[in-house]
């Protein structure tokens, strides 16, 4: 692959994975709205272990307390409030995991379509306008309940159509629990980390498979690139989604929709 397609690829993921707007759905519309051939499932899944790598380091203090509350290393109340973060987490990756097991490789190969991104776009980000519009903040993520972790696991399941948002579907679901805008975000980034740890290492195995060191050069490239810009993509959410809520995302995803089904009428 030329350089500028792997730098491309690779700002795209780190931009998107964990805003609520798709990182699969825009890694898929790249090529079909490029004319460059699809990178297939190796480059993808390098961007995601970037993404990762960054969501690790940036939520690096919140993953050694749930560590120390699980080895129950400090305080009674420190030792609690992790020990519930981390059941909490559990609770919400099982029914993603189970399902990604089943269905992950139909759903990446039969429906990466234009039309299957453009509805997913658009309904998922009138839902999670509809859920940050209505929904009145009512609990943090301490305040979760294990129904709440249930809810929110169930609707990451939805994740797999591509276009639909993994961190959007998840935030859609957590403000629709009473989650506030902060919290929803902050779970729904440490809930990425057993789901994209998940992918990552099945698709690992088919990319140590191939034996190709050319792919396996631009993988190492996209991931790094994937790493920086997606740590500084999670800082700046992190810092404003507080006071800019998701409103900017929703209009971003119908705008995007819109121009896709004319895309698609078109061609």
Same mark, same amino acid.
């Given at each position: 692959?030329?350089?500028?397609?792997?730098?491309?690829?690779?700002?795209?993921?780190?931009?998107?994975?964990?805003?609520?707007?798709? +990182?699969?759905?825009?890694?898929?519309?790249?090529?079909?709205?490029? #004319?460059?051939?699809?990178?297939? $499932?190796? @480059?993808?899944?390098?961007?995601? /272990?970037?993404?990762?790598?960054?969501?690790?380091?940036?939520?690096?203090?919140? $993953?050694?307390?749930?560590?120390?509350?699980?080895?129950?290393? #400090?305080?009674?109340?420190?030792? !609690?409030?992790?020990?519930?973060?981390?059941?909490?987490?559990?609770? =919400?990756?099982?029914?993603?995991?189970?399902?990604?097991?089943?269905?992950?490789?139909? @759903?990446?190969?039969?429906?990466?379509?234009?039309?299957?991104? =453009?509805?997913?776009?658009?309904?998922?980000?009138?839902?999670?306008? %509809? +859920?940050?519009? &209505?929904?009145?903040?009512?609990?943090? /993520?301490?305040?979760?309940?294990?129904?709440?972790?249930?809810?929110?696991?169930?609707?990451?399941?939805?994740?797999?159509?591509?276009?639909?948002?993994?961190?959007?579907?998840?935030?859609? =679901?957590?403000?629709?629990?009473?989650?506030?805008?902060?919290? =929803?975000?902050?779970? +729904?980034?440490?809930?990425?980390?057993?789901?994209? $740890?998940?992918? #990552? /290492?099945?698709?690992?195995?088919?990319? $140590? !498979?191939?034996?190709?060191?050319?792919?396996?050069?631009?993988?190492?490239?996209?991931?790094?690139?994937?790493?920086?810009?997606?740590?500084?993509? %999670?800082?700046?959410?992190?810092?404003? %989604?507080?006071?800019?809520?998701?409103?900017? &995302?929703?209009?971003?995803?119908?705008?995007?929709?819109? #121009?896709?089904?004319?895309?698609?009428?078109?061609?």
């Amino acid at each position: 692959m030329e350089i500028l397609q792997i730098l491309v690829l690779a700002i795209v993921q780190g931009v998107t994975e964990f805003l609520p707007i798709s +990182s699969s759905g825009h890694l898929v519309l790249v090529p079909l709205l490029t #004319g460059w051939p699809d990178q297939g $499932l190796m @480059l993808d899944v390098a961007t995601h /272990v970037g993404s990762l790598l960054a969501v690790i380091a940036y939520f690096r203090t919140d $993953l050694i307390e749930i560590l120390q509350g699980v080895f129950k290393i #400090g305080t009674e109340t420190e030792v !609690k409030e992790a020990r519930l973060l981390f059941r909490h987490l559990v609770i =919400a990756s099982v029914p993603a995991i189970l399902a990604g097991g089943a269905l992950f490789y139909i @759903l990446q190969t039969d429906m990466r379509s234009l039309l299957m991104i =453009a509805s997913t776009t658009l309904i998922f980000g009138v839902l999670l306008g %509809i +859920s940050d519009k &209505f929904c009145k903040d009512k609990k943090t /993520v301490s305040g979760m309940s294990n129904w709440d972790a249930l809810v929110i696991g169930l609707f990451q399941i939805l994740a797999l159509l591509p276009g639909t948002s993994r961190s959007g579907v998840t935030m859609t =679901a957590a403000r629709f629990c009473g989650v506030d805008r902060k919290g =929803a975000a902050r779970f +729904s980034m440490l809930l990425s980390i057993p789901v994209i $740890l998940g992918a #990552g /290492v099945v698709l690992t195995f088919d990319l $140590l !498979k191939a034996e190709n060191v050319d792919l396996g050069l631009d993988a190492l490239i996209t991931g790094v690139v994937s790493f920086g810009v997606a740590y500084l993509v %999670i800082g700046l959410l992190m810092n404003w %989604i507080g006071r800019i809520g998701f409103m900017p &995302f929703v209009i971003y995803r119908v705008v995007l929709a819109c #121009g896709l089904f004319g895309f698609y009428l078109l061609t």
